[in-house]
């Protein structure tokens, strides 16, 4: 037997008791996920925290009209029944798992609560024989079906134009200083650093199995170095940014992608067919770094392209002429 598997009721096996318990216990969770989610916003978002106050609000409400039926139909006493008690019922992703996604995608989180609440209220009306109890269900699935057109309400209502666009920028700067800008460090450090001994070993042994093999400790080196560098070097508490664990994955990561990159060439064996990839594949990566910092860090994109080509052409040099000699 699997716990928690063989254990749970089929949906189809509730009788209207249950059903009606197991939507107040879920209304009662969507607010407090719903709260959660302003607490989570307030300090950075406070607009949004407000639109998700009111969303809970409105969970409330659902809850006390479903309570009141019950009590109408079967007394105070409310069974125990919980979504994890039902063999295939939606579940929610629990809120630590969505709370460093960003504002975006706890918007998208809460829509997808919604259509879920929805699809439920329209299987369980056509389980109801109660024509109360149907009409309620049925007007609870319109309800959610039409949140998001409440959400929109209350964005207008909470969220100005103003607020809106301060509350965009804040979670640009977020993304930016959490991914892009140590994703960004790792590139650069990836791609330019592990030029120099990639081509001083393909120059001086000519051998592509070798030059392949220090690529690719290189690469995994620097990546190792500047994953724990990054993460080591501020908890983002004091800086604000972010989640030192995220900034060394991104650092770590884009570094060792960023050697690797000249170095899968020389996998294969003839070494000036290699060599010739491998160079062609360093002036792409160092035009998606001038790209990046354009795109996101808003410098020029010549003045970016000069600055990382020149300095990669210096690095490539110099290792193509240790290598030679």
């Known amino acids: 037997m699997i716990p928690g598997v063989i254990s749970r009721r089929r949906f189809s096996d509730l009788n209207e008791q249950e059903i009606l318990a197991l939507a107040i216990s879920s209304e009662e969770d969507d607010a407090r996920i719903y709260r959660s989610y302003a607490e989570m916003l307030r300090a950075d978002y406070p607009d949004s925290a407000q639109v998700f106050d009111g969303m809970a609000e409105e969970e409330d409400g659902h809850r006390g009209r479903l309570i009141e039926l019950h009590q109408r139909r079967f007394g105070e006493v409310i069974p125990l029944i919980r979504r994890e008690h039902v063999a295939g019922f939606y579940a929610r992703r629990p809120v630590w798992l969505v709370e460093n996604l960003g ?24 389980r109801t024989s109660d024509a109360d109890t149907r009409k309620l269900l049925g007007d609870l699935a319109a309800a959610e079906a039409g949140h998001e057109v409440r959400a929109e309400e209350l964005e207008e209502e909470h969220l100005d134009p103003d607020a809106r666009k301060a509350e965009d920028n804040t979670a640009k700067r977020q993304f930016v200083l959490t991914w892009v800008q140590p994703g960004l460090a790792g590139l650069m450090d990836g791609s330019v650093s592990t030029l120099a001994p990639i081509f001083a070993t393909a120059f001086a042994t000519q051998d592509t ?19 724990f560098t990054e993460a080591a070097s501020d908890d983002g508490e004091l800086s604000g940014r972010g989640s030192p664990i995220k900034r060394g994955v991104a650092s770590g990561v884009m570094t060792t992608i960023g050697g690797l990159g000249h170095a899968l060439p020389y996998l294969i064996p003839d070494f000036w067919t290699a060599t010739i990839i491998a160079i062609i594949v360093v002036f ?16 020029p994109f010549f003045r970016a392209a000069f600055q990382v080509v020149l300095g990669g052409a210096l690095v490539f040099g110099a290792g193509v002429l240790i290598g030679s000699g």
Do not use: C, H, P
């Open 284 to 299: 792409i990566e160092l035009w998606a770094i001038a790209w990046i910092q354009n795109r996101y860090m808003e410098t």
């Open 103 to 126: 504002l975006e995608r706890i918007r998208e989180e809460a829509a997808a609560m919604e259509r879920d609440a929805e699809r439920f209220y329209l299987k369980a009306a056509a």
């Open 209 to 227: 199995s070798t030059t392949f093999l220090v690529g690719l400790a290189a690469s995994v080196g620097a990546g190792i170095s500047m994953g």
